[in-house]
């Protein structure tokens, strides 16, 4: 039998790195004994955390999945999002073991069937996020060349899934359609996104660590084949939850993004006298509202990872994602307008009556094997 080996994963808290865990924990725990610190115990702020804390656990790969949040200033998202992976690589390189590193189509620009290298220039005028994000895929593709690092690259786009206790990207959208504040469309006919499915993420990340030889030191889009139109994905979601808005009218994006100057006048004055004061996560990505970004996936199509759940995309998980949510924000007193007796049809029942093979592939992907924490020595 192999022996069982250690990964280290990085931001397991999170939306992304809580997913791969739980993917790890209860389809190979016999196989893979995989730990997730919490940045308290290791901060990859802190390059000589990262040393010790590796000396230490000799791990076989490591995957980064942390991020510093959306809003943060320029200081933290270097430390987090650029200095951090960097430091990782390096440890990793030293321990000569493979380092998965997740990214973002932030670092793209906008525009559709985006490949793999058409990133941004990296310029002073980028967000925080997509800035930091971007020097930290050119440093380790140098790392590569040059210092015989191996490395993966996993850029998502929009990403859908359960467990975002931040409520960031998608989930914000859809937080403020729950919440109704969102009466009419910010975006314009015919806007399509590429969407990432958090849950056929670690599949993935399993997959390439299996085959290192043929996805080291590449860079993958990891997005659904089909690109979504935003406003036909925001009506869909308005009419699961049955409610009157937002309304179908779409607001162009000269007065959208006027509103939005107005709002940073009133909060740069706000900052002066010394409140804390931020503009909402939604209108800092009011500009992608209005602009198509989708990305190529014939790179990931033409690899060897075979989609375990071809059939799923955010319209076949919308009916879940919205039970899941409602109920736990609901739970929270974050939104109040939920009604716990809205009769969503559950996805398990539209496939059984609809598309049964789906279930079996589901079924299938999921592990149909003896369960492994039963299994008796
Ligand atoms: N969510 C999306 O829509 C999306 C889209 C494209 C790409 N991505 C990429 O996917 C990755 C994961 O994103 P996510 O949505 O899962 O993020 P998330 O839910 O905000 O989680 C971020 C994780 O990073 C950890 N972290 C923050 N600072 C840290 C530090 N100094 N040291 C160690 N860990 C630290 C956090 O731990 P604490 O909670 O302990 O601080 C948390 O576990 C990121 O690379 C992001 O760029 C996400």
């Known amino acids: 039998m192999a022996s069982k080996k250690t ?23 016999n ?41 943060s200033g320029a200081q933290l998202a270097f430390e987090v999002n650029y200095q951090g992976p960097v430091n990782l690589a390096r440890a990793a390189n030293s321990l000569k073991i493979p380092y998965i590193h997740i990214s973002s189509s932030a670092t793209l620009p906008s525009g559709e069937n985006l490949q793999e290298e058409d990133t941004l220039p990296i310029s002073p005028k980028l967000s925080n996020y997509a800035k930091s ?42 937080f403020s359609i729950a919440d109704e504040s969102m009466p009419v469309l910010f975006t314009k006919k015919n806007t399509l996104h590429s969407y990432s499915n958090a849950r056929k993420l670690p599949h993935f990340i399993r997959h390439i660590l299996e085959n290192r030889g043929e996805f080291s030191n590449k860079t993958y889009h990891f997005v659904d084949k089909n690109p979504v139109d935003l406003a ?109 007796n809205l009769e969503i049809e559950r996805p398990v029942e539209q496939y059984f009556m609809r598309n049964p093979q789906q279930l079996i592939n589901e079924t299938h992907a999921r592990g149909i094997g003896p369960f492994s924490d039963m299994l008796e020595d």
């Open 7 to 29: 990964g280290i994963l990085i931001g397991g808290s999170g939306l992304i790195g809580g997913t791969i865990v739980n993917y790890y924990k209860n389809h190979y725990p």
């Open 31 to 71: 196989a893979v004994d995989i730990r997730a610190p919490s940045s308290k115990k290791l901060s990859i702020r802190e390059e000589n955390d990262i040393r010790r804390y590796l000396k230490e656990v000799k791990p076989n790969f490591i995957i980064n999945a942390a991020m510093a949040n959306l809003g």
């Open 133 to 174: 994000k971007l020097m930290a895929e050119t440093t380790l593709k140098l790392m590569a060349e040059q210092e015989g690092l191996d490395y993966t690259c996993v850029r998502l786009a929009i990403v859908y899934g359960a467990h975002d206790h931040k409520i960031q990207g998608f989930h914000r959208l859809f």
């Open 232 to 340: 036909t994905l925001i009506l869909t979601i308005k009419s699961y939850l049955h409610l009157n808005q937002p309304k179908e009218i779409y607001v162009p994006y000269w007065i959208a993004n006027s509103g939005r100057n107005g709002l940073n006048i009133l909060l740069r004055i706000l900052r002066r006298i010394g409140l804390k004061a931020t503009l909402p996560p939604e209108l800092m990505f009011l500009d992608s509202f209005y602009k198509p970004q989708t990305l190529s996936s014939d790179r990931l199509k033409n690899s060897s990872f075979i989609d375990p759940m071809p059939e799923e995309s955010i319209f076949t998980r919308l009916p879940e994602l919205v039970v899941y949510y409602l109920t736990r924000w609901s739970h929270e007193n974050l939104i109040s307008t939920f009604n716990e």
